[in-house]
């Protein structure tokens, strides 16, 4: 487990192979998971990406205006405090809604556009 801690704005956090404590208190910043299992937590940063990765990742966030990444075979990826400036992103060749499990509490999900991706 690699312990990682940002408190910078404005910067990239790229998680490494194994798997990953990330903590994030700086606004503006892209987070990579990377491989296998993150535990993600965004604390007081805000205009945050978070890409999770491949693995299934916990991603804790407390931050405004957060975009998280979802990509087909990224695993299965927990969200806590998904909130209402927040953003989900799902893509993915030949994604199937049928295969995605969205278990929400007490969090709203509006569907903005549905693609070609989406084929049923
Ligand atoms: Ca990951």
Same mark, same amino acid.
């Given at each position: 487990?690699?312990?990682? $801690?940002?408190?910078?704005?404005?910067?990239?956090? %790229?998680?490494?192979?194994?798997?990953?404590?990330? =903590?994030?208190?700086?606004? =503006?910043?892209? /987070?990579?998971?990377?491989?296998?299992?993150? $535990?993600?937590?965004? $604390?007081?940063?805000?205009?945050?990406? /978070?890409? #999770?990765?491949? #693995?299934?990742?916990?991603?804790? *966030?407390?931050?405004?205006?957060?975009?998280?990444?979802? +990509?087909? #075979?990224?695993?299965?990826? &927990?969200?806590?405090?998904?909130?209402? %400036?927040?953003?989900? =992103?799902? %893509? #993915?060749?030949?994604? *199937? !809604?049928?295969? +995605?499990?969205?278990? +929400?509490?007490? /969090?709203?999900?509006?569907?903005? &556009? !549905?693609?070609? +991706?989406?084929?049923?």
């Amino acid at each position: 487990m690699s312990w990682i $801690y940002n408190y910078e704005d404005n910067t990239v956090v %790229t998680g490494t192979s194994e798997d990953d404590s990330i =903590s994030n208190d700086g606004d =503006s910043v892209t /987070i990579d998971g990377g491989a296998v299992n993150d $535990y993600i937590q965004n $604390y007081y940063g805000d205009s945050v990406t /978070i890409d #999770g990765g491949a #693995g299934n990742d916990y991603i804790y *966030n407390y931050g405004n205006n957060v975009l998280i990444e979802y +990509a087909s #075979g990224d695993g299965n990826d &927990s969200i806590v405090g998904f909130n209402e %400036t927040s953003t989900l =992103s799902i %893509t #993915g060749n030949g994604i *199937n !809604l049928s295969d +995605a499990v969205i278990k +929400a509490h007490r /969090i709203n999900i509006t569907a903005i &556009s !549905l693609k070609e +991706a989406i084929s049923s």
